[in-house]
């Protein structure tokens, strides 16, 4: 029985609720009064239920579908403006006990060499993200009780956060690790993490469980419990996902805003960040024999119904997408994409690069950070390395509370510009830096309340005389 409170995965996450959803859906999705009546509600920017957005996401109609993405660019505007905050993922170790069937690190994969990074080695990657100019990263690690216990996680944040190299600093660690123990996500929150990323995957049940027929990570409950888990440690920002193409895209949309509507049910906030991953190739996983796989279409169409269906929450990209694709959906909702990433063990680093191949997922996007902050000012963004909320303690709840007040607002707009100044005075080639002081000479006056703007200005100058990590 479906129950949004609930801490019974199979209750919250009903699979009888998904399917009569999804009935609804196909029912109604020519019904252009009842688009109509959602497309007002949804204008009101506090969001639409699974049901809603479910409608929304199946309708057939053209002009409708147009609608649908003018409005998901509207709220994209007025929520987040012109901005994009720019992460790197950080790859500690791929040894891994699962058997994902659409994972290159499952347990059973010989071919692929398998790493664990040192904490040294770990240092030189950080300082090779620094030096990038990356403030804010995502640190990834396989499911290995032996190889990958909570400590190492532990002892390599602590190792994260202490590199300081010439005006580098990693000021946002977020953690995309397996499900855990409440008392496991207790000590993660003690360590400083700024998001708890776990993608579900597959909300689907009977799918979730032939895609992972070994290890741990089999447990369906224990995995799509977790995010509960780590609320009651104390984790209050979570970030959710699904691997578009493991189930019909339908069911895991409906499924992911039902998880959502459950976060903010029982622990009265949402989600921090949804992800949107497609499968991609990589070793030993061929994503044509994933006979869910999306198109390009549908995907901006799931990007443009979440973004209505869940203003408030920032929306993630990877690299595992082209820039033309990107550059699409920046547009419909995405408000956070990574640059420059590199998805294996090691990667960043020229000492720890080998020519072997050990990527969690082959990389569309390759342009360097440079070339991607360049690229994202010219198509008319400001790039944004802001991470002052959760050093301010702005998260969870009360982030929710100043995010729907618009307030954040006030915040993130100078935020972003004095963090790209940092970029451009520390790491930016000519003409990126050329372009991006044009770019903030032109933000500034659109800073509309007088004193935030006067500081900003003071802030961009103590700047450029050699201070860093400013914040409002
Ligand atoms: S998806 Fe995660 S848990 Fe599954 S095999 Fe890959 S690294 Fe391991
Ligand atoms: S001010 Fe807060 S919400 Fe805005 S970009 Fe910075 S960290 Fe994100």
């Known amino acids: 029985m479906y129950d949004v409170k609930s801490l019974k995965a199979e209750e919250f996450i009903s699979d009888e609720e998904i399917k009569e959803t999804l009935k609804y859906a196909d ?10 009546k959602i497309l007002e509600k949804a204008k009101e920017r506090k969001g639409l239920s699974h049901r809603e957005a479910s409608v929304l996401l199946a309708c057939e109609l053209e002009d409708k579908n147009r609608e649908i993405n003018k409005l998901a660019e509207q709220i994209k505007k007025d929520f987040y403006g012109n901005r994009i905050v720019l992460f ?5 170790s791929n040894y891994c006990v699962n ?11 010989k071919d692929i060499p ?35 216990p909570i400590e190492y996680v532990l002892e390599s944040l602590k190792t994260i956060y202490s590199v300081k190299h010439k005006n580098g600093a990693i000021r946002r660690a977020n953690v995309n690790i397996a499900a855990t123990t409440v008392e496991n996500y207790r000590k993660l929150k003690e360590a400083g993490i700024g998001t708890y990323i776990l993608f579900q995957e597959t909300y689907d049940k009977k799918r979730y469980e032939i895609l992972h027929p070994t290890g741990p990570k089999h447990n369906y409950d224990y995995h799509t419990e977790a995010m509960d888990r780590a609320m009651e440690g104390g984790i209050d920002d979570v970030g959710l996902g ?9 069911y895991e949309f409906a499924g992911l805003l039902m998880h959502a509507e459950h976060l903010e049910a029982v622990h009265n906030v949402g989600p921090h960040t949804i992800s949107v991953p497609r499968i991609r190739k990589a070793n030993d996983i061929d994503p044509s024999s994933f006979e869910n796989g999306i198109d390009d279409d549908t995907f901006c169409k799931i990007v443009a119904c979440i973004r209505i269906a869940v203003p408030y929450t920032g929306m993630i990209c990877s690299t595992r997408e082209t820039k033309d694709i990107r550059a699409k959906v920046l547009h419909l909702g995405i408000s956070q994409i990574s640059g420059g990433s590199k998805t294996s063990v090691g990667g960043y680093d020229e000492q720890d690069y080998t020519e072997e191949d050990s990527s969690q997922f082959d990389v569309s996007d390759t342009r360097t950070l440079d070339e991607v902050m360049k690229w994202l000012m010219e198509i008319g963004y400001l790039p944004s390395f802001c991470t002052a909320c959760y050093r301010e303690g702005r998260t969870g709840e009360r982030f929710m509370e100043i995010c729907k007040s618009k307030q954040i607002q ?3 707009h100078p935020n972003a510009i004095i963090t790209l100044k940092e970029y451009l005075e520390d790491y930016a ?3 990126t830096k050329e372009v991006g002081e044009k770019l903030i000479q032109k933000e500034i006056p659109t800073l509309t309340n007088e004193k935030i703007q006067e500081k900003t200005k003071e802030i961009l100058n103590q700047i450029e005389h050699g201070e860093r990590d400013f914040r409002f």
């Open 114 to 148: 398998r790493k664990k990074m040192t904490q040294d080695e770990i240092k030189r990657e950080v300082i090779a993200l620094q030096d990038m100019g990356h403030k804010r990263i995502a640190i990834e690690t396989g499911e290995d009780p032996v190889n990958n």
């Open 429 to 431: 080639s000519n003409s």
């Open 27 to 36: 029912e109604n999705k020519n019904n252009i009064e009842l688009i109509d």
């Open 88 to 92: 790197a993922p950080l790859y500690l």
């Open 410 to 412: 006030n915040c993130c």
């Open 99 to 109: 058997g994902c069937i659409y994972c290159p690190y499952h347990a059973k994969n």
């Open 242 to 250: 699904v691997l578009f193409g493991l189930s019909t895209y339908k």
